[in-house]
């Protein structure tokens, strides 16, 4: 047995903590930066800053959320079940998730940025911000696996505390809270293979339309990794003798 899966046995003892500070890492690395010279520098080299109604702030607004829920599921499950398969997978998302978090909550603090919109979330998606037609936003949406995302940001409902496409609903999170065992692994592999959907085709809405490179080059990773755990968690609900929801 490897050292990473000797680590990933640790029971998460001290789990808050560690995604607690990487929430908030990014914050303080991009606050730091700009105290001293070498971050004025790159603050002031850099071409220009994001409006707040743009693809760049909307992304990382929304994306946030997103990811936020992503870890409280996490945490959830990794109280309900003692499966190790399960539990290391809900450790990678936790954390993944968080630091991603941080980061994007860092680039709005960067930025001068509202990171709350009074606006409806994903809005950004149907605007065709920085250029972009809404020709360039119907190519998006052919683009997407899931359905129902054509248009995010008009026509997608919040309801029940769900307030994105993928996101659990309050009645589904409390119902994760009451299962355990096999019921509660495949309530958190359902739940988070819908929850990555969503991400997968946000990711790409800022892949597409965010002007920032280094967001950009995030939303692309984010595409990949989410892509492939989303196949990992396929492979898990067929072993449990479940699937994904239709």
Request: glycine share 10%.
């Amino acid at each position: 047995m490897t050292a990473g899966r000797r680590i990933r046995r640790v029971e998460w003892a001290a789990g808050s903590a560690v995604v607690l500070a990487l929430l908030f890492a990014g914050v303080a690395t991009v606050a730091s930066a700009r105290e001293d010279g070498s971050g004025a520098d790159r603050v002031a080299a850099a071409p220009r800053t994001p409006a707040a109604d743009s693809a760049d702030a909307g992304f990382a607004r929304d994306m946030a959320v997103h990811h936020q829920q992503a870890v409280e599921l996490s945490f959830i499950v990794r109280d309900r079940t003692k499966d190790e398969e399960v539990r290391r997978l809900a450790y990678d998302i936790a954390n993944t998730q968080a630091n991603q978090r941080g980061m994007l909550l860092g680039w709005l603090d960067l930025w001068e940025l509202p990171k709350t919109s009074a606006g409806q979330p994903m809005a950004w998606m149907a605007t065709g911000h920085e250029g972009h037609s809404m020709n360039d936003m119907a190519d998006m949406a052919d683009m997407a696996d899931t359905d129902g995302m054509a248009g995010t940001g008009t026509g997608y409902r919040a309801h029940d505390g769900s307030l994105m496409p993928g996101m659990a609903t309050r009645t589904e999170l409390d119902r994760l809270r009451s299962a355990s065992g096999r019921a509660a692994e495949v309530q958190y592999l359902r739940l988070m293979t819908e929850h990555h959907k969503g991400g997968v085709d946000m990711a790409r809405g800022c892949a597409k339309l965010c002007t920032v490179k280094a967001e950009k080059r995030l939303a692309g990773g984010m595409v990949e990794a989410q892509r492939s755990e989303l196949d990992e968690m396929a492979g898990m609900l067929t072993a449990r003798g479940s699937a994904p929801r239709s």
